[in-house]
Nanobody, 124 residues
Framework: QAQLVESGGGLVQAGGSLRLSCAAS????????MGWFRQAPGKEREFVSAIKWNTGSTRYADSVKGRFTISRDDAKNTIYLQMDSLSPEDTAIYYC?????????????????WGQGTQVTVSS
């Protein structure tokens, strides 16, 4: 059973930075795609970024492109989301997720394992 545990959320002022981590355990992750999603109150869960574990190829939502960076650490089975130039619109619960194929997809339904989420709050 795969397990994903996020950490690194918190409260930050607009313009600041945070780095989220997602530690993965369980079945082999080297062939899969890992992603970050977020959900703000009253809104649907939306795609933020994804990375292919074996090649490092990445994809970003337009809203975060140039500000957020996704990366992985093979030795630690961990992915990261470096978030810079944060704005209040980035306030949400951030979730890590895994899908068992090679597609850098953006639809939440295509991801079959999810972490518990970590809260990110950006004050103005």
């Amino acid at each position: 059973q795969a397990q994903l545990v996020e950490s690194g959320g918190g409260l930050v002022q607009a313009g600041g930075s945070l780095r989220l981590s997602c530690a993965a355990s369980g079945p082999i992750f080297s062939s899969y795609v890992m992603g970050w999603f977020r959900q703000a109150p009253g809104k649907e869960r939306e795609f933020v970024s994804a990375i292919k574990w074996n090649t490092g190829s990445t994809r970003y939502a337009d809203s975060v492109k140039g500000r957020f960076t996704i990366s992985r650490d093979d030795a630690k089975n961990t992915i990261y989301l470096q978030m810079d130039s944060l704005s209040p619109e980035d306030t949400a619960i951030y979730y890590c997720a895994r899908r068992a194929d090679y597609i850098l997809g953006s639809a939440p339904v295509q991801y079959n394992y999810w972490g518990q989420g970590t809260q990110v709050t950006v004050s103005s």
